[in-house]
């Protein structure tokens, strides 16, 4: 798996250095949520059922584990990230060697008309099968990306999974693939 560890390129690498030094010394995830939660308080920009999200900056999120199926998330986005689909995901920057976090891009939050209005295709039909319907390239691409990883295309058709990064829609939350659906969610495919 490629670590793309671009986060000291940045020049406006504003926020502490130290932070993944700090968050891999850490013994549990009990740990390191607290220190999370005490260092970024005011940066916490979202909370799931496996995964805390906090903005570290303008350019970054960290996004922290609390329990397997966040692990098992994080490792999923670490890995897709290093792929040719590039383009339209929050690429991961770098990562916990366990997984318990990643960093990536950060990607404005925006409303699912939006994204729809900037794909020119409504994601919640990403699943249709109509004969008479054109897909744009962009539409194939997405399809592609979620094929190719066994992605569960409902997860993706959620608007807390998309933003905006560089005035393009892409998807941020990519790591619900159909396996860990299966193995935490107990989901029936």
Do not use: C
Not at 4 to 16: C, G, P, T
Not at 129 to 143: A, G, T
Not at 151 to 171: F, N, R
């Amino acid at each position: 798996m490629k670590r793309y560890n671009k986060l000291y390129e940045y020049s406006d690498f504003d926020f502490f250095p130290d932070l993944i030094e700090t968050l891999s010394s850490k013994s549990s995830i009990k740990k390191r949520l607290a220190y999370l939660d005490i260092r970024f308080k005011k940066a916490k920009i979202g909370t799931g059922s496996s995964r805390k999200v906090y903005q570290l900056n303008k350019d970054f999120v960290l996004k922290l584990a609390y329990n397997k199926k966040g692990l098992a998330q994080n490792k999923n986005e670490a890995m897709i990230s290093s792929s040719k689909f590039s383009d339209i995901i929050a690429t991961v920057i770098d990562y916990g060697k366990d997984f318990s976090f990643i960093i990536q891009e950060y990607a404005k939050p925006v409303s699912m008309t939006e994204i729809n209005k900037l794909l020119k295709f409504n994601v919640r039909g990403l699943s249709r099968e109509d004969e008479d319907y054109k897909e744009s390239h962009l539409e194939k691409r997405i399809k592609a990306f979620i094929k190719k990883f066994d992605l569960d295309i409902y997860a993706i058709a959620y608007e807390s999974s998309w933003g905006i990064k560089k005035g393009k829609p892409v998807i941020i939350d990519f790591g619900f693939t159909r396996e860990v659906g299966r193995k935490y969610y107990d989901t029936d495919y």
